[in-house]
């Protein structure tokens, strides 16, 4: 939910923004109070694969170029890209609750919690009760923030030692191991569903799938494995199966633990297929000015829609259509506000790094030629 497009200067993954922009939506939507009927928690699972799938593109490309990886600038990427929006909503959230008035003492170990990136931790350990009014869908950030944390030194380090498709199977293994530990924490150890939607540890394959995908038959980077288009229209298929039969089965059981991995393995394919045939017709309105537009919001939009649907429900006395519209209309004004005024100053930074990473990486490439020679 909080990585752009665009992998490196000139390098545009279609289709991405569209996906943004429908995850955005159907959290919103949920939210809004259609959570029986569009699923929320989906959304932010395929922000999760989408961040996986970026992140771990962007810095095969590095590798690839120079042999390692810029740490320092990594770092200071994500933190212009992620703190300053997270921070300036965070504050306009504290603002808003304090002249409509708070529903209960804010502490500071809540404020804590979401400051320095372990707010689902904390949700898990306090209750919902206990947060910051608007601030329950900090959560996910936390979750890629630890991931960020520590991924960049695992994928340098397997990247080393294997290959990409060596790369890839370890990344399988540890999303198998963390769906055994799902299984051992709700049978084994009674735990409830909430802690395997919202904690790090539990959560971090739904990225690890878009990481698979990174390293191994990325769309952008990679060759077309696929000989026939029938082929492609099975995939297709088969992951709208997998992804369908994750929302029709409603056992808690399969919810808590195996639904996320059957997830991923059905965005693989769709993921897959919307950035090498962006041209399809399926995959076209990912395309659209309004598909990208509100792709380019979604992160603010995710910020503060909580937010101002409360501000939209307080004022119309509860749900509706009236309510939800005016919280939409609210979303989309500041989230084109923080946009302008935050995202796109502090891009610019980012894009600086990226030019720096790349001159290293011709540096780097014309010694390894001088030494061949």
Not at 118 to 124: A, E, F, G, I, T
Not at 234 to 253: K, N, Y
Request: net charge positive; glycine share 10%; with cysteine.
């Amino acid at each position: 939910m909080s990585n752009g497009n665009t992998v490196g200067r000139g390098f545009y993954l279609p289709s991405l923004d569209g996906i943004r922009a429908i995850a955005a939506v159907m959290v919103f939507a949920s939210h809004a109070g259609l959570g029986h009927i569009i699923p929320g928690g989906f959304g932010v699972t395929v922000f999760f694969f989408l961040s996986g799938y970026l992140i771990t593109t962007l810095m095969r490309r590095e590798f690839e170029q120079t042999g390692s990886l810029d740490f320092k600038a990594f770092y200071l990427r994500r933190a212009y890209r992620i703190l300053p929006p997270l921070y300036v909503v965070l504050g306009l959230i504290v603002a808003v609750n304090a002249i409509i008035g708070f529903d209960h003492p804010i502490s500071l170990a809540n404020l804590a919690s979401l400051i320095l990136q372990y707010s689902n931790y904390y949700l898990l350990a306090v209750g919902h009760d206990d947060i910051l009014p608007s601030s329950g869908s900090f959560w996910s950030l936390a979750v890629e923030e630890h991931f960020y944390l520590v991924f960049p030194l695992v994928f340098l380090l397997t990247s080393r030692h294997w290959s990409r498709a060596g790369v890839a199977r370890f990344f399988i293994a540890t999303c198998l191991l963390v769906l055994a530990w799902r299984y051992m924490l709700i049978l084994g150890m009674g735990a409830p569903g909430e802690r395997t939607y919202l904690a790090t540890d539990t959560r971090i394959d739904s990225m690890l799938f878009g990481c698979i995908m990174g390293v191994w038959m990325n769309p952008a980077l990679d060759a077309d494995p696929f000989r026939h288009t029938w082929q492609k229209l099975c995939a297709l298929a088969f992951g709208l199966g997998l992804l369908l039969s994750t929302f029709v089965i409603r056992d808690e059981m399969f919810r808590s633990t195996l639904r996320y991995t059957i997830q991923g393995i059905g965005l693989f394919p769709l993921f897959w297929l919307a950035v090498r045939h962006a041209d399809w017709l399926i995959f076209r309105p990912l395309n659209t000015a309004t598909a990208r537009l509100l792709g380019a919001l979604s992160y603010s939009f995710y910020l503060n829609h909580l937010l101002w649907l409360g501000v939209g429900f307080r004022i119309f006395g509860g749900g509706g259509v009236a309510a939800s519209l005016f919280g939409l209309v609210l979303t989309m004004i500041c989230s084109y506000i923080v946009y302008k005024m935050v995202e796109i100053p502090f891009g610019r930074l980012r894009h600086r790094l990226h030019a720096q990473a790349g001159k290293k990486g011709m540096a780097a490439n014309r010694k390894d030629d001088t030494r061949v020679a």
